[in-house]
């Protein structure tokens, strides 16, 4: 599996597989259970991704589908790399699940679609800024202390894991133009921050776009991330006060996703965006 594959991806396609061969023979999930001597809730659990099917408990599901051979090699490799760690594991006990899930599923996407209304896209901060950040929702309540460098340890490995790869993720952001003057750490920081952005800006896979202050927001929504997968429906994340929550419904899905459409329509374009910055880095110098 490469760098970015994603067990918790693999976990829920192989969930997903298995449903959709329960189904086309037409059996309940308590059929199977009554076949297998499993509980129900054990069927379900593993169709939607709860739990990882053991070795045998998938062995025991190709059976009783008749699995033909191309098929159950398919499974049989999902199975195994869905029970392999990604880096972000080591962290499951110190951050919230849905941020653990979130970075398993943008390690398997190909493309991120961000809309940031006050603070510089995650997969495009600096470390300084980070830590101003962080450090800001200390002082709110937000981050625990003792949390802070675990915390920039994490943001920047998912930079460097997404974006700088051989097959990097796909990151589209639109972002209000506030945030270039929205100050974490002092004009260094801000000076440092805004310059990366147009480094970062010149990647082929990075695109990004400002709304500028005086035109009214199309949508009014808080901050949210879409990723698209190539062979799994596609999976928005919204961010909150206190952790964030995941939108899978396709009509809900479909609606962030005319969302953020309407957001690059009002946009700048990228070079009218970049000059945006660079002027704004002349702010934070004088």
Do not use: C
Not at 79 to 108: F, Q, V
């Amino acid at each position: 599996m490469s760098e970015r594959g994603s067990p918790a991806l693999r976990r829920r396609r192989l969930g997903m597989e298995l449903r959709r061969l329960r189904e086309n023979l037409n059996m309940t999930g308590d059929e199977v259970a009554e076949r297998l001597e499993w509980s129900t809730a054990k069927v379900s659990r593993i169709e939607n991704a709860k739990t990882l099917a053991g070795p045998a408990d998938v062995e025991a599901l190709i059976r009783l589908y008749k699995v033909d051979e191309a098929l159950q090699d398919v499974l049989v490799a999902l199975r195994r790399d869905a029970s392999r760690k990604g880096w972000w594991e080591r962290y499951r006990n110190s951050i919230p699940d849905e941020y653990i899930t979130l970075m398993g599923m943008e390690a398997e996407a190909t493309l991120m679609q961000n809309w940031e209304p006050q603070i510089v896209p995650g997969l495009l901060q600096t470390e300084e800024y980070v830590r101003s950040l962080v450090q800001a929702n200390q002082h709110a309540g937000q981050v625990p202390p003792g949390r802070l460098q675990e915390l920039i340890d994490i943001r920047m490995e998912r930079q460097r894991t997404l974006l700088h790869v051989p097959d990097p993720l796909t990151h589209v952001s639109v972002f209000h133009e506030s945030v270039l003057r929205n100050q974490y750490g002092d004009a260094r920081v801000m000076r440092d921050q805004l310059a990366h952005l147009i480094e970062v800006s010149r990647l082929e896979h990075v695109e990004m776009r400002i709304l500028p202050q005086d035109v009214p927001p199309p949508v009014s929504t808080g901050s949210f991330v879409h990723l698209k997968f190539p062979d799994f429906p596609d999976v928005v994340y919204v961010e909150a006060l206190l952790g964030g929550r995941f939108v899978e419904d396709a009509e809900l899905v479909y609606a962030y996703e005319l969302a953020f459409g309407h957001l690059v329509e009002r946009a700048l374009d990228e070079m009218a965006s970049q000059e945006l910055i660079k002027k704004t880095i002349k702010y934070w110098s004088e």
